[in-house]
């Protein structure tokens, strides 16, 4: 069955530095890739998600995602982080026989001033 | 367009009773899922309807039910409520899918069981 393992419950960075936030799946490719952010008090938003065709896929506010098939990863980036850019991250799956959504266990990211 | 709406936003409630809440998804779409997400377990899949019709179902015990109107509102209802059924209960509408289409989330119903 397939599961999703974010790695780093809590990731902290400097405001202007490298986020890298990791998503790996387990089983045979999914059809579809999802990440989703969870701002303070409100519900999820999408950010990205990845279908088919290009690999590296641009979500919303900077941030971007690649999808590798050999690494069974699909990690999430913004190159310079914004103290705006604090939440709680969830990658997501979908399950090729039913299409629901197997979700990771999130990832808070924090931005140091 | 409206965005998904949940009520109440918050709910007290003692242990034994029973809860209902509410969830108007966005106009057109079809699919409404439930989750609860609690700082321990995170974010779990409770159910998920389409066309008035429960089409998954997390792994959650009995007590916990849903059902889809024909206007595609949904509601859910916990029987017999504990302590640990404290969370924070997320509504999301699509127009297909979970798993195909974004998923757009309402703001929640925080729950707390005394």
């Known amino acids: 069955a397939q599961s999703v393992t974010q790695l780093g419950s809590h990731v902290s960075v400097s405001e202007g530095a490298l986020v890298l936030l990791r998503c790996n799946y387990s089983?045979?490719?999914?059809?579809?890739l999802f990440w989703y952010v969870q701002y303070p008090n409100q519900g999820l938003q999408l950010l990205l998600k990845y279908t088919t065709g290009a690999t590296l896929v641009k979500g919303i506010n900077g941030f971007e995602a690649e999808f590798k098939k050999s690494e069974t990863s699909f990690h999430l980036t913004k190159p310079s982080a914004h103290m705006s850019d604090a939440a709680e991250y969830f990658c997501a799956v979908s399950d090729d026989s039913n299409y629901q959504l197997i979700w990771g266990a999130g990832t808070k990211l924090i931005i140091k001033p | 367009k409206a965005g998904v709406t949940q009520t109440p936003r918050y709910l007290i409630k003692t242990r034994g009773q029973q809860v209902t809440l509410s969830c108007s998804p966005i106009?057109?779409?079809?699919?409404v899922s439930w989750y609860q997400q609690t700082p321990g377990q995170g974010l779990q899949f409770l159910f998920e309807y389409f066309s008035e019709t429960q089409r998954n179902k997390g792994n959650f015990p009995g007590r916990f039910s849903g059902r889809q109107f024909s206007n595609s509102r949904s509601e859910m209802n916990v029987s017999t409520l504990e302590l640990g059924d404290s969370a924070l209960y997320l509504c999301a509408s699509s127009l297909g899918r979970p798993g195909q289409e974004t998923q757009y989330f309402g703001p929640g119903t925080r729950l707390l069981v005394l």
């Open positions: 089983s045979s490719v999914p059809p579809y």
């Open positions: 106009s057109g779409h079809r699919s």
